[in-house]
T-cell receptor, first 114, second 114 residues
């Protein structure tokens, strides 16, 4: 089955700096890679996703890059703000008409300091 | 985005009793629902996949007789933790997928077994 590794486990940045979280996956068949933000005790919220036919996607301060050959993808947050502090999870799946069985990374605790 | 409602949001039960958690897709038909367990400061671990009208598929190491899953309709799946013990205390969260779409998460259920 799929295995997703995520680094770093914790990340502290100063407000305004950029944050980068990296993930690798093992199953070359995976073709959908979402990123979730989870605040303490709450549900994961999808913040951005990318499909394997695209190398990069951007949404305001958030961007994701995908390297299919190396089987890794990264989340980039620019101009970080205190409200970006949360746990971020990457995930990978083979999206095939439903039944998206997501395999999650281990999570990154991001802390944005004033 | 679509709405997935999970109930209850928290529950405290005595050791040996059973607890039922409901997961409803409110504005779409969920062909597949997933149940995850999340221990403090850890990632979401998939427990089982349920498709409407068929038996759930459990991940390795998850006892199907202890964690009963029923997916009786396209909008409702239930997870029953039978004969709960303190080690079952965790954050249980469902997600629902309709067709080839993103997964939407319920708000989670904090189970405490005393």
């Amino acid at each position: 089955g799929e295995n997703v590794e995520q680094h770093p486990s914790t990340l502290s940045v100063q407000e305004g700096d950029s944050a980068v979280i990296k993930c690798t996956y093992s199953d070359s068949a995976s073709n959908y890679f979402p990123w979730y933000k989870q605040e303490l005790g709450k549900r994961p919220q999808l913040i951005i996703d990318i499909r394997s036919n695209v190398g990069e996607k951007k949404d305001q301060r958030i961007a994701v890059t995908l390297n299919k050959t190396a089987k890794h993808f990264s989340l980039h947050i620019t101009e970080t703000q205190p409200e970006d502090s949360a746990v971020y999870f990457c995930a990978a799946t083979l999206s095939a008409g439903g039944g998206n069985k997501l395999t999650f990374g281990t999570g990154t605790q991001l802390k944005v300091e004033l | 985005g679509a709405v997935v409602s999970q109930h209850p949001s928290w529950v405290i039960c005595k050791s040996g009793t059973s607890v039922k958690i409901e997961c409803r897709s409110l504005d779409f038909q969920a062909t597949t629902m997933f149940w995850y367990r999340q221990f403090p400061k850890q990632s979401l671990m998939l427990m089982a996949t349920s498709n409407e009208g068929s038996k759930a598929t459990y991940e390795q190491g998850v006892e199907k007789d202890k964690f009963l899953i029923n997916h009786a309709s396209l909008t409702l799946s239930t997870l029953t933790v039978t004969s709960a013990h303190p080690e079952d205390s965790s954050f249980y969260i469902c997600s629902a997928v309709g067709g080839n779409t993103e997964a939407f998460f319920g708000q989670g259920t904090r189970l405490t077994v005393v």
